[in-house]
């Protein structure tokens, strides 16, 4: 990140079974390195933490004071572990009761990507990103929705960590049917504003 500042930004993965000690964290790496977002997998916790938990309004009204957007992994996960934490619903209340928050679902969503679709409708706070996918896998009810009204809501997150290089992505992007208006938003232009970085190239 210090070696390619225009490259990188700093983000942080929280568990809010620590309590104050991670909001504690969030301001700190805020304050210390120009922090951009905090991410946060309600399936992964131990213990789990569902998505409207009171154990993460701590972390949410954090974030909500330092103008940071959270990413929230929605959707079955893939290993083994229960789903229900995940559940996309759970979003409703924690958008409704966090106006000023900005929260991005990553991981598809599925099974539920009709709702996620229908709560992004909802609240102006919600959106979405297409991490953990190929875009030859990226649900249709998302694709539809940001050609139809949600170009501004949906933006691209590879996840090169498990194997989808950036050739294979890039590669499958090309069938991907994008309205060519939609695109630049989806590649760039929403995560640059969502997660204020217009002055990066």
Request: hydrophobic residues 40%.
């Amino acid at each position: 990140m210090r070696r390619h500042p225009s490259r990188f930004v700093p983000t942080a993965t929280v568990d809010p079974n620590r309590g104050m000690e991670a909001v504690r964290e969030i301001a700190r790496l805020h304050d210390a390195v120009g922090l951009k977002g905090v991410s946060f997998a309600p399936s992964f916790c131990a213990p789990q933490v569902p998505i409207d938990d009171r154990r993460a309004y701590p972390i949410y009204a954090k974030c909500a004071e330092l103008s940071l957007p959270i990413f929230v992994t929605v959707g079955v996960p893939g290993p083994r572990i229960p789903m229900a934490p995940q559940r996309v619903d759970l979003l409703d209340e924690v958008c409704w009761f966090f106006p000023d928050l900005t929260i991005i679902m990553r991981h598809g969503a599925e099974p539920w990507e009709d709702l996620a679709v229908k709560l992004m409708r909802k609240w102006p706070n919600l959106y979405y990103s297409t991490s953990a996918f190929s875009p030859k896998r990226y649900p249709r009810a998302i694709i539809d929705f940001a050609n139809r009204g949600g170009r501004e809501k949906v933006m691209f997150a590879g996840y090169y960590s498990v194997g989808l290089s950036w050739e294979r992505v890039f590669a499958d992007l090309e069938g991907t049917p994008f309205l060519p208006e939609v695109k630049p938003l989806f590649l760039a232009g929403n995560a640059k504003r969502v997660l204020g970085l217009q002055d990066y190239p």
